[in-house]
């Protein structure tokens, strides 16, 4: 059964397109790529064509998400006219690269001259994408990009005033976390549910999904079918020094943020005034208030734990309050009765990546005694 779908920016915000760069009237001239994806484990090849308009020396450089050198392609070789290079997709140490983008840089030079072309030094920022579907009983969310595209996708319930516009309401479960993809018809794998698996958000009323997507640059290739490492622990471990000229803006949503700094970590709440109930598969709460431990988790933990944020408390779909992310413990107030209530948790950066988590409870009848209670 497909799922017709409200599109809300609540879930996401600061949408705009930028322009896109080609080739221009200079020495270099048109650049383009065979392919926008290939696969380095099964031996393919990303193929890179330029056309030099004068004699001179060329370096091709490729460089990842964050403007960290890769590996040099060509170094100050001769060229005139029509060349083309090569990459195979591995580092400088031969080793094959981490699924990701990757962008080409190219120099050229001559005795009374030099001429850079490096479109992925330029911002892009996202534009909205409507699903086209989602199909619940194959897990299936289709999308289609005009072009390769970084996308973040974000699933929840919104509360709409009486013109459609979004003014309320939780994310509850990030689907694809900035990740590239190739331009045309997509198709996410989704199951309709939170990541704890208690929550069939799908079902819930005010379902809504927001897919936003950052064109990547011309001369961006993406590399895929490395399941040996990611690209997110390699950023970590990187050493060097990024070429990209542009950085983040307190004005910029995600715009020019780096690896670590851009995808969400995972949060985990946990109620420290509750019982776990195995039978109902909720937390049973003594009091009028559940209070939550939070925890971050994940490779990008650390880096968004130093950014401007604040937690956004939820009942039903329903803010009932916000704080600074001071201590670890937050405090949500419950409805007064024993119906199931689901709380959700929105830790926002005011620079874009958003950690989330949803659990369901109810407060215990009077009487008797809820303690905590381990799952």
């Known amino acids: ?48 064509a330029v056309t030099f308009r004068k004699a001179g020396r060329a370096s091709v450089q490729v ?18 006219g029509d060349c083309s290079f090569r990459w195979d997709g591995r580092d400088e140490t031969g080793r094959v690269v981490a699924d990701e983008a990757y962008a080409f840089r190219i120099e ?11 479109p992925a030094d330029l911002p892009s920022t996202a534009v909205s994408i409507p699903p086209r579907y989602f199909d619940r009983r194959s897990g299936t969310l289709a999308y289609t990009l005009p072009r390769a595209s970084r996308v973040h996708i974000q699933a929840g319930t919104a509360v709409f005033d009486t013109q459609g516009k979004a003014i309320d309401g939780p994310v509850m479960k990030t689907i694809v976390n900035r990740e590239p993809r190739s331009g045309g018809m997509v198709a ?34 993406i590399a895929f079918g ?29 715009g020019g943020l780096a690896t670590l700094d851009d995808v969400s970590p995972s949060l985990r709440v946990e109620p420290v005034n509750a019982t776990w109930s ?20 994940g490779p990008t933990a650390t880096a968004f734990a130093r950014q401007p944020s604040r937690i956004y408390r939820f009942i039903n779909g329903r803010q009932v309050g916000e704080t600074l992310p001071v201590g670890k413990i937050v405090e949500v107030p419950l409805r007064h009765d024993q119906s199931v209530q ?23 009848e009077e009487g008797t005694t809820a303690s905590r209670g381990a799952r």
């Open 108 to 118: 050229w030079a001559d005795a009374k001259g030099h001429e850079l072309w490096f």
């Open 342 to 364: 689901r709380v959700s948790i929105n830790w926002r950066s005011e620079w874009g990546p958003l950690a989330t988590d949803t659990i369901r409870a109810r407060r215990a």
């Open 63 to 80: 460089v990842d998400r964050d403007g960290f050198l890769v590996r040099t392609i060509a170094a100050a070789k001769p060229v005139q």
């Open 1 to 48: 059964m497909r799922h017709s779908l409200k599109i809300t920016l609540l879930l996401a915000s600061c949408l705009l397109v930028s322009p896109l760069i080609a080739g221009g009237a200079g020495t270099i001239g048109a650049v383009s790529l065979k392919r926008e994806t290939f696969n380095p484990k099964a031996g393919e090849w990303a193929d890179l």
């Open 188 to 221: 996410e794998h989704w199951n309709g549910f939170d990541d704890r698996g208690g929550v069939f958000i799908a079902d819930l009323e005010g379902f809504a999904i927001v897919i936003a997507a950052a064109p990547l640059a011309d001369g961006t290739v």
């Open 278 to 297: 195995a039978a109902e598969r909720m937390w049973v709460v003594r009091g009028d208030t559940v209070r939550l431990r939070l925890s971050l988790g």
């Open 226 to 254: 490395n399941h040996d490492r990611t690209f997110i622990d390699e950023a970590a471990k990187r050493r060097g020094t990024s070429v990209f000229s542009h950085r983040h803006s307190a004005a910029e949503h995600h």
